[in-house]
Every structure is written in structure tokens, then in C-alpha cells.
């Protein structure tokens, strides 16, 4: 079998956001630090800058150049929302896009079969034009069009399991039939999007599937509704790589989060998305991560996850 990969750098702790902000450098380093004690037959993955023509394959040109702006004039935050930037943040952002670009590439070209790449900062909220919820540039929804239009795919399903909704990745991809998006993230929860109702449009209605789950619940009720909607739904769509937006915010105790689920939650998640891909997909799965900020916590379900990606 092939082996896996994993990608972490401590160049992602030059992303400062500032005092008792919860997406630190603080939680990353805890993270780091525990994937730094796993296995040696984990492949330690490099990393890079991704190009200003890989950042627009999902992001329109002026909102690059907004983020190069606000960061050079060393402003606190972006422009167009709730996230925070010192004069790294451009860099790192690439840095993390990077990243993720490369996995993927190891995969295409057969030299691992799934990765997991602990960047930041996270990705999901960000839309073609707007940074928000922490978020700079979308690294899955750059390296789903990559996909595309570098490798040749046409059918590539993303999976986001986060507290919240990833709002800019299915804004990107709502009227696109190329790309499956799914989502489990708690209801009536920032950023307020990521109804059931909500399935996309014009041609890429019904490529989107919301499940969001009731405040409190455990993962034995995200798991069930995986089982019951996403899994047929995305055997349908017979994805030819599948990306994961992998928060770890639903796991009790997160302080952002009101879900309840344990690491084996995210192992179980983690086990059905291979095996969904083992049908499709020739196993061929990059995950990037997105929220979770009990430090602790985060660094003890991404190992979990990391652990059932080498199943």
C-alpha cells in the first residue's frame, strides 16, 4: 500500500492574530507538536508559496490584490471582514495554499495516496471576493479547481466537517455540477448560512448538501445523517478525488463550538470519506485544516484523523 502523507510547519505560527484570539499561533504550535511525534512511515510532506495564478482559479484577481494591500499597509484586519492580519499573513496564506497544492500533487502523481496538511490560517469562510471567519484564501476550493484544471478531473467532491458552515466554499461552487459540496456544521451557528434547504443553483442544484445539526448533539446523530443523505449522494456522483475541509470545532469542550463529538467521531468521519473514495477515487484523499480551538482537543482528534487516513 501506498504510504500517506502529512504536511505542518512552523512557518504558520508567523500568522499572529493578535492577543487571546482563539485562531493562534498558540493552538497551532500545540498541534505541531503532536504531529511531530508520529510514526516515522508518515511521510513528512513540503511545502510551498502558491502562485498568484493558482490563488485566482477561485478568487477574483482584485481580491488578491486587497489582501496584498491591506497586509503592506499593515493593517489589523482584512477589509472585508473578521479577520485578523499582521505583515506575515499574505505570505502564510500563500504559504498554506501552498501546501495543500502540493499534497495533492504527491497524490497525482502516485507518490502517497492521502495527506493531511495542518496549515493556517483556515479556509472555508473565505468567498471569491470576500475574507471572513478567520479565513484568508480557500485552500480547498483553490485546490479543487486545481484539480480540474491542472490534473484534468472533472468530478471532485468536498467534504467539510466544521461547527460551522463553510459559507465561502459553497459560493464558489453553488451553480458549478463539477463539484459535490457537503457539509455538517452546527444550525443557527456564524456564519448564520448552510440551510437544508440550500442546494445550490442553476446548473449545480443539487450539488450541494447542507446537514446541520442540532446544538448539543453527539457525533452518533452527524454520523447517522452522513449515512443517511451524503453517503448515497456522493456514491451517485462517483467523485474522482475527494478534498476535506477538516475542522475539529465540533469536538466537545471547543469553546467556539456547541457540538459534542470525540475523537472518534472525526476517526469514523475520516474512515467513511477513505472508503468513499476506495470506490471512486482510487483512495485518493487531501484534507486541509479548517477550525478547532481547544488546543488540546484539536491536536488529539487530527491525530485521530491523520491515524484513520493510513487505515
Known sequence: MKPIG????????RHDTGHAHPESAARYRVLREALEELPEDIVRLPGRKATVAEV???????????????????ADQLRTGDTAICEESYDVALEATGAVLEAVDAVMRG????????VRPPGHHAT?????????FN??????NYLRRVHGLQRIAIVDWDVHHGNGTEAIFEADPGVF???LHE??????????????SGAGEGFTLNLPLPHGSNGAVALAAWDEYAAPALDAFKPEFVLISAGFDARKDDPLGGLRWEDETFAEFTRRVVSLAEAHAHGRVVSSLEGGYNPPGL?????????????
Do not use: W
Open 128 to 136: 471569491a471576493s470576500r475574507g471572513m471567519g478567520f479565513c484568508i
Open 111 to 118: 507518490e502517497i495516496v492521502r495527506a493531511f496538511c495542518a
Open 139 to 144: 485552500q480547498v476550493a483553490i485546490a479543487a
Open 6 to 13: 502529512v504536511h505542518y510547519d512552523s512557518c504558520y505560527e
Open 181 to 183: 459540496y457537503v457539509s
Open 56 to 74: 485566482v482559479l477561485a478568487h477574483e484577481p482584485y481580491y488578491h490584490d486587497l489582501v496584498y494591500r491591506d497586509v503592506i499597509s499593515c
Open 187 to 200: 444550525a443557527n451557528m456564524y456564519p448564520y448560512t448552510g440551510h437544508a434547504g440550500d442546494r445550490g
Open 299 to 311: 491536536a488529539s482528534a487530527a491525530v485521530g484523523h491523520l491515524r484513520a487516513l493510513k487505515e
